[in-house]
């Protein structure tokens, strides 16, 4: 089992920068793909970045790149997702998740998923 908590919602002006974490505990981290979706009201969860162990393979939404950086510490077990110029859209319920496997990540249908946490810009 493998518990996500995400932190560092919040509300912020379009233009402004927020940092995301998410701290991972309980099953081994090293053995899954971490990444980050979204999710706002009346839309389906949408995928908006992943990383695997080595950080050698890293994909973003075309939506984000550019704006978003995604990274991990391994030895800390947790996953950040920097976010700059941020715009209205990107308002939405932030998850953190784990995926044993891209193909897994990229059909959204991740192992565990984290509680959520919001983040509002204001236009």
């Known amino acids: 089992q493998m518990q996500l908590v995400e932190s560092g919602g919040g509300l912020v002006q379009a233009g402004g920068s927020l940092r995301l974490s998410c701290a991972a505990s309980g099953r081994t981290f090293s053995s899954f793909i971490m990444g980050w979706f979204r999710q706002a009201p009346g839309k389906e969860r949408e995928f908006v970045a992943g990383?695997?162990?080595?950080?050698?393979?890293?994909y973003q939404s075309d939506s984000v790149k550019g704006r978003f950086t995604i990274s991990r510490d391994n030895a800390k077990n947790k996953v950040l997702l920097q976010m700059n110029s941020l715009k209205f859209e990107d308002t939405a319920v932030y998850y953190c998740?784990?995926?044993?496997?891209?193909?897994?990540?990229?059909?959204?249908?991740?192992?565990?998923w984290g509680q959520g946490t919001q983040v509002s810009v204001s236009s």
């Open positions: 990383i695997n162990w080595l950080g050698d393979s890293v």
């Open positions: 998740a784990a995926a044993s496997e891209w193909s897994r990540m990229q059909r959204r249908e991740c192992e565990y």
